[in-house]
């Protein structure tokens, strides 16, 4: 079955840097686009960032441009979001989805505090 396994969050500093892992199994991630979205305490989830299969397509949401990098290597059948200068607000559950059949993974917490 299709699953997504989130890691590699944590607390960090202001304008520390984390990155997070998406480990996809039970399909070939190499035919998906991927996304990924956050959710802080008390509000909506939002998106953060998609990649497109191949990983030619790339799209961030205004609040992470020029901050985040999502990549993917589908041999490894992972996908990535690294986080540099992160700030108080980027604190949130971070999670993984695959937009094809709603597909999310249980989240990993990103906590950016001094």
């Known amino acids: 079955q299709v699953q997504l396994v989130e890691s590699g969050g944590g607390l960090v500093q202001p304008g520390g840097s984390l990155r997070l892992s998406c480990a996809a199994s039970g399909f070939a991630l190499s035919y998906y686009g991927m996304m990924w979205y956050r959710q802080a305490p008390g509000k909506e989830r939002e998106f953060v960032a998609r990649i497109s299969n191949t990983g030619g397509s790339i799209n961030y949401a205004d609040s992470v441009k020029g901050r985040f990098t999502i990549s993917r290597d589908n041999a490894k059948n992972t996908v990535y979001l690294q986080m540099n200068s992160l700030k108080p607000e980027d604190t949130a559950v971070y999670y993984c989805?695959?937009?094809?059949?709603?597909?999310w993974g249980q989240g990993t917490q990103v906590t950016v505090s001094s």
């Open positions: 989805k695959r937009p094809i059949g709603d597909y």
